[in-house]
């Protein structure tokens, strides 16, 4: 078959590759001491993975494409560089796999693979082995395409940070410490003493902040959302609870801990946030181009 690659928007192509728990080292050898049962669900998992990156790949050949493989776990600057001058970007593996390699995406479209849906949720990703040659064509044939979705851009003290899709949690390094900071958005200002402030976007508006006490958003929505964790309220009450940031509107942070973290989309990418540095919060710019089920969101 011809190479279609001038003819589909699917190259430059970057695979990014979740590394199975069974293969991570200092795991293999705790497993022969684990039960059976969670042993053969390590196992099961990374047969399956090994599956999905095959079906993949013949699919991708089928269409001409020559991807770039990358490990999620070996994200560095080559292959960040490569994910941002991507036109395809395809994530193996379950949610963190993709939201690790969201940060590095620019203009991408992003598609993500459940690679082994008895094991893992899942939940931004859209398909999976069984459906991924019909997927692929239809994104090649324009017949499927992705929805622009809000980040959170992140500015601590000037510097930009990488986006993120899902949350950032703003907290103390040691859970069993109080969070404390100063809030402001507009002219309203707060001061907290929290377990951690939650920030999020409509894709992770069912996330963490959710457990919280947060709202589901819609997924098109250009707004974040904010939520103190177990905030300690004097005489009076307190306020900027909660609420949500339009935008064009920044939410601006100031630490008050000497041991403060910023942690964008879980704990895979941590930043110091020590007293008297500033995160400013707001709706990024440039949305991230991610297929997803609409359904499946609307029912949520």
């Known amino acids: ?7 589909v928007p699917l190259s430059p192509c970057v695979v990014v590759v979740k590394t199975p728990v069974a293969f991570r080292k200092r795991v293999a050898d705790r497993l022969a001491r684990t039960g059976r049962r969670l042993a053969a669900q390590v196992e099961n998992a990374a047969r399956e993975q090994a599956l999905t990156l095959a079906g993949l790949q013949a699919a991708l050949s089928r269409l001409g494409v020559t991807p770039r493989m990358v490990s999620v776990d070996g994200l560095h600057a080559g292959a960040r560089r490569a994910l941002a001058n991507a036109r395809f970007v395809v994530c193996v593996g379950g949610d963190g796999t993709l939201l690790a390699a969201s940060h590095w ?13 008895r094991s893992s949720v899942g939940y931004l990703t859209l398909t999976r082995r069984a459906r991924l040659d019909q997927d692929l064509e239809r994104i090649a044939h324009g017949s499927l395409l992705p ?7 992140v500015e601590l003290d000037g510097r930009l940070l990488a986006p993120a899709l899902n949350d950032v949690l703003i907290a103390h390094e040691s859970p069993a410490a109080t969070s404390r900071y100063r809030l402001r958005l507009g002219r309203r200002t707060a001061e907290h003493r929290s377990s951690g402030l939650w920030v999020a976007t409509p894709t992770g508006s069912t996330a ?6 947060g709202e589901p958003m ?6 974040l959302q904010f939520r103190a964790r177990e905030l300690y309220r004097a005489k009076g009450g307190a306020s900027l609870e909660c609420g ?5 509107q920044e939410l601006v942070v100031e ?10 989309d879980g704990a895979r990418m941590a930043i110091r946030f020590p007293f008297g540095a500033n995160a400013t919060l707001r709706v990024a710019r440039q949305p991230l181009l991610l297929f997803a089920d609409a359904e499946r969101w609307a029912t949520r």
């Open 1 to 7: 078959m011809p190479s279609r690659q001038a003819d």
């Open 244 to 248: 949500f940031v339009a935008e064009r």
């Open 147 to 153: 929805s622009p979705v809000a980040r959170i851009e």
């Open 218 to 223: 819609p997924l098109a929505e250009r707004w």
């Open 208 to 213: 963490g902040i959710r457990s919280a006490g």
């Open 255 to 264: 630490s008050a801990m000497e041991a403060g973290w910023l942690f964008i």
């Open 105 to 117: 995406v620019t203009g991408a479209h992003l598609l993500g693979v459940n690679s082994a849906p």
